[in-house]
Every structure is written in C-alpha cells, then in structure tokens.
C-alpha cells in the first residue's frame, strides 16, 4: 500500500506493507485530514518517524465492525493500567497514538486500530464531516474538563481549523464566544455559527475575559491569551507547537491565572453535534487531494487562508 511516511529526510510517500493481522480491526481509509499537528510532525514534533496522520474515517475490513464506515480514536491504551481500567486510554503511560507516537498512521491506504478504538458513524454523516470527528472531539473536551457556567462569555483566540471547531462547539453549547483570527473568510464561518468574531489586531484586549482559549498554532498565542485573561481566569491551551513556548509566568502567579492543558476528547459528542447538524464543516474544506498527492497537499496545508486539507485515496 501507499502511505506518507516522515523520517529524518523529510517527508516522503513510500509503498509500505499494509497492517499484518494483529488481533486489530483493518480500516481501508476513505478520507484523511491534514491538521496542524501533522504539520509540526514534519518539523520535528514528538520526534516521530512513520506514516503520519490521526483523522480519518474509513470501512472496517474485518471483526464485528466489517462493512462499516468508522472513526478511531487515536489513543491505543495497554488496557492492564489504572487509567485504561478507569477508561482513560488517552492518558495511559504506555499508550500508542495514531500517527504520533509508536503506531502508523492514518495517511495511508490501510490503518490498523484495537476493536475499543472505533466508532461506527451514523448514515446521515457523509465521509467529508466524519472525517472531522477527531479535532471536533478535541474541541469539545473544553466542555469535560471544566464546569463552565450557564451562558458564559468565552473567547477564542485563532481563526484556524481547530480555533473554529472550538468555537462552533462552545457555541452549541450555549455559551457566548467572541472569537479573535485575523483572516475574515475563516471568521464568517464563525459567524454563521453565532460566534462574534473580531479581527486580531496589534494589541488585543487586556484582562477581559474569565475563560480564554488559546488555538492560535503560534508560539506567542499562550503569551497573548494570558494577557487577555482576568485575575483568576482560566485559560485552555488547545495549541501543539514544536519548540519551547515563551511564557513569562509572572502575571500567571500574580493574577492567579489557571492554565489547563487541552488535547484529546470523547468521540460520542462530537458525532452527536455533526449528525444532528450543529457544526458546520463544509466551508472548512480547502481542498481534496489524492493520497498519492500528499507531498503537494502537505505544501497547501502550510499556506495562509488556508483551512482542512483531505486526502483521498480516488483522489475525490
């Protein structure tokens, strides 16, 4: 099979033998998509080196699931420790994660996952939303984490593909957001979502908001979400970024900021939202490209304005 490979040379596409029969569900992969994770991969992050990418939705080819379009959560636990046994894989010392860290990936023809991995996705969700299970689930891990107040007034900082995923969640769950980008295409998304969106400028408010979320993909964006977080505010910080983040803690320790790291969430939600109509992703697709096309797709991904960039097999 085909996949795309990154290694100390660079990125690359390789024919690599498809998943052996480990005990795990074969998924022939219908789409894969390209998330900014990905691209810091590539630069160096988590010191990866295999077949990349961990969003997908694809037909389980065997196991109970066989025939049926899924989606996989990322995390493959050891299933013996006290957080697998508790359910919580995602923080399992010894997990796997797909396309990130010991296990291949998803941008291939073929990837492998434990059977406790997938879900099945419901008929009235078409491949080009599933395909969004996997960030629209870390977004929505904001609303697990912390007992947000009925209708609060939340900002979002970042007009990327996860920053709008953030923001549309939040708002389906009642709450005011005010989202800050500095591209108004990705706004209006936002926007039609009921979001109150504003353009980022030089100077961003200071010690407005009691709950800020950090999605701006750049090593200065916890700085300025700090800046904008009021004593004894909270700040999640969605961003993975490769290379040390500066952070001067002091107004951290002074105001007595909580930071609360942010990454991976429950897939049921998330499906929920898309199948009942709540997130809007279609104008959040950039681009469909070939798999065999994936060095040309990963350059697209890069560029700014840019929003999700698929990879299909069929190149649809």
């Avoid at 295999?50 to 066989?66: K, Y």
């Avoid at 007992?147 to 709450?175: F, N, T, Y």
């Avoid at 505010?233 to 803690?249: A, C, N, Q, R, Y």
């Avoid at 992703?281 to 469909?288: G, R, W």
């Amino acid at each position: 099979m085909i996949a795309l490979r990154v290694n100390t040379s660079g990125l690359h596409i390789a024919d690599v033998p498809a998943p052996s029969d480990s005990g795990e569900v074969l998924v022939k992969v219908s789409l894969s998509g390209i998330c900014n994770t990905d691209l810091e991969i590539v630069k160096g992050y988590a010191g990866f080196q295999g077949t990349i990418g961990h969003e997908f939705v694809g037909v389980a080819q065997n196991g109970e699931l066989a025939g049926r379009r899924v989606v996989g959560e990322i995390n493959a636990g050891c299933g013996t420790c006290l957080e697998c046994s508790t359910g919580d894989r995602r923080h399992c010392a010894r997990r796997s994660v797909l396309g990130i860290g010991g296990r291949d990936g998803a941008h291939a023809e073929y990837v492998s996952l434990p059977h406790r991995n997938l879900i099945e996705v419901p008929d009235n969700v078409p491949d080009e939303m599933a395909v969004f299970v996997e960030p629209l689930a870390a977004a929505c891990e904001i609303l697990d984490q912390v007992a947000l107040p009925e209708s609060a007034e939340i900002a979002v900082l970042g007009d990327g593909k996860l920053g709008l995923l953030v923001g549309q969640a939040l708002r389906a769950a009642g709450h005011r957001v005010h989202q800050f980008g500095r591209h108004k295409e990705k706004l209006r998304i936002a926007e039609k979502a009921g979001v109150t969106t504003e353009i980022a400028r030089a100077r961003l408010p200071v010690a407005v908001y009691d709950w800020v979320v950090e999605a701006t993909g750049s090593s200065d964006g916890l700085r300025q979400a700090v800046q904008m977080t009021r004593p004894r505010g909270t700040v999640f910080m969605k961003s993975t970024v490769h290379g040390k983040v500066p952070l001067d803690t002091a107004p951290v320790i002074v105001h007595e900021i909580s930071l609360v790291g942010s990454r991976c969430g429950r897939f049921e939600p998330a499906l929920r939202l898309l199948a009942n109509g709540r997130i809007q992703v279609e104008e959040m697709i950039s681009e469909i490209l070939s798999l065999s096309d994936a060095p040309r797709a990963f350059r697209l991904a890069q560029q700014s304005g840019v929003l999700k960039v698929l990879l299909a097999d069929s190149g649809k």
